[in-house]
C-alpha cells in the first residue's frame, strides 16, 4: 500500500463527518499524548481538520496486524502536504468498538509537527 493518508473518501469521512467512521465516544492520541488526545466525534473532527489544513500526510503503509478487534499499521511518513522530509517510521493502533467503529486511535512516530506547519 502506499500514497497519501487523506485520500478523499477518508478525508470526508474521517473529518467532515466522524461519525461515519468513530463510535460517539472515541478518541485519537497524537504521538506527544497529552494535551493530543481528541475526544468525541467533535474533537476527531478538529483534530482532522488541523491535519488536513496542511493537505495529506504521505505514508508509504507496511505491515498490517489485525486480530478483529484491534490492528496495528506500520508505515513510513515522507511528508506531509507539499513538505518533503527525511522518512520516519511509526505505527498506528487502531480499536473497534462494539459497533464495529472506531474507538481509539493511537499514532505513534517520530515526526516533527513542525516540518508540517512550515510553508
Known sequence: MGGALGTTSFRAAGAAEPRARWAS???????SGGPHIYRGQEGIRT??????AVGPIHLRHCSVIDDGAACGVEFIADGWGPRKFEPQAGIGVYERGASGKL?????????????GLQP
Open 25 to 31: 465516544r472515541g478518541y485519537l492520541r497524537e504521538p
Open 103 to 115: 474507538a481509539a486511535a493511537r499514532i505513534y512516530d517520530d515526526v516533527d509537527v513542525d516540518l
Open 47 to 52: 483534530a482532522y481538520g488541523a491535519f488536513y
